[in-house]
């Protein structure tokens, strides 16, 4: 019995393989693999594809985020306040830039950071509310840049997992100070490498985040500032434009697989599945549902563990939450601080999800699942 992987990019490639091939063989033979008019291509026609006006490439989802905090000039002595429940990226990046990273709990129905918690964080240090858009499902911006504006602080989308997730009619990365994107190869526009991308209305900020990407520099040997070096590849640029016209379809067929697992997984007891409420649309970076306690012993691990010897593969996001990673325990959080994120992060089990799974598969998971929970409970 074949294994159901939690992501399969070789059944993309086998679709887009051809055009993809035939464009870096183009970036090979031409000689040029840094910059260039293909990257120049693809911010124009992200930029147009997210509702802003400027995009910048850049080597990675990370150094998308820690390139906007510099650019906005935020670093010691301020504070950005964020989720405790994602990639440690976006509480390392704060910390880069000289700042301190602020978690808020989570709505537990989202797994996004509850922005009826964030005022109670907000200190005259706050320089900026970062939200972070989980599992491609947006946070309730509407509540954000309300409270943004209300306290003179940026909004600095993390749009990691949600390229092409809108909130009401904007899609997110246009609707704070400035979006950044990753392009790590599980994400629903992913790059056969890393790659990231910064989106902004500001062309100031624009300019000084090209500078900051070049060493701090607009002009060959000439620095303005300490930058870093993060340029996106000329061939990663070739791949992304070619996805990106496929973007719509995948986040589409996305929604068909979550409809699809909503209605498997409706009779099981035992687990919380995933609701999406107006005005968010979620792209689906992930399927996750929660695996609820019984007897007052958590189950998630167990399940997994039946699921894999079931032949299903299934991942969890985020078994450690950030306020509790070691590197940050002189934070202080205390237990029982945030108690819906140590919940999530002992219950979340993300299912097989990508846009070519087949109905078929998607039944053998919710079987699988169905049994896994009777077997244990």
Not at 16 to 33: C, H, K, M, P
Not at 127 to 134: F, G, R, T, W
Not at 251 to 257: D, G, I, K, L, S
């Amino acid at each position: 019995m074949n294994t159901i992987p939690p992501l399969d990019l070789a059944r993309q490639y086998k679709i887009i393989g051809d055009e993809i091939s035939t464009a870096v063989q183009n970036v090979l033979a031409s000689g040029r693999y840094i910059g260039g008019n293909l990257v120049q291509e693809l911010e124009t026609q992200f930029a147009a594809y997210t509702g802003v006006e400027h995009a910048i490439a850049c080597n990675s989802g990370t150094d998308a985020l820690y390139l906007a905090l510099r650019a906005y000039n935020i670093g010691a002595g301020d504070e950005v306040i964020t989720s405790p429940f994602t990639f440690f990226a976006t509480a390392e990046v704060i910390t880069l830039a000289g700042a301190t990273p602020v978690f808020v709990d989570i709505n537990p129905q989202t797994f996004n950071f509850d922005p009826d918690l964030l005022e109670a964080a907000i200190t005259p240090r706050t320089k900026a509310l970062m939200p972070v858009h989980l599992f491609g499902y947006p946070t309730d911006m509407d509540k954000v840049t309300a409270l943004a504006h209300q306290h003179n602080l940026l909004v600095l989308e993390d749009c990691a997992q949600a390229t092409g997730a809108t909130w009401g009619d904007q899609k997110v990365g246009s609707i704070g100070q400035a979006g950044c994107f990753s392009f790590f190869p599980t994400k629903n526009l992913g790059a056969c490498g890393d790659g990231g991308m910064v989106t902004t209305q500001d062309p100031e900020i624009a300019t000084t985040i090209r500078k900051l990407r070049e060493h701090g520099s607009n002009v060959r040997y000439y620095h303005e500032a300490i930058g870093i070096n993060s340029r996106l590849d000329t061939i990663q640029a070739a791949i992304l434009k070619i996805k990106l016209r496929y973007l719509d379809q995948w986040n589409q067929a996305r929604e068909e697989v979550a409809q699809r697992y909503q209605e498997l997984l409706a009779p099981i007891s035992g687990i919380v599945t995933p609701q999406v409420t107006a005005p968010a649309c979620s792209v689906w970076n992930q399927y996750t549902i929660r695996v609820l306690p019984q007897k007052g012993q958590e189950m998630r691990d167990r399940v997994r563990e039946a699921l894999q010897a079931k032949g299903i593969s299934s991942m969890v996001y985020y078994p450690i939450p950030l306020h509790r990673q070691p590197v940050y325990a002189s934070l202080g959080y205390q237990l029982e601080q945030l108690p819906h994120t140590d919940r999530a992060a002992a219950e979340v089990l993300s299912l097989p999800m990508f846009p070519e799974i087949t109905p078929e598969e998607q039944q053998r998971v919710a079987y699988a699942l169905k049994d896994a929970l009777q077997e244990i409970i």
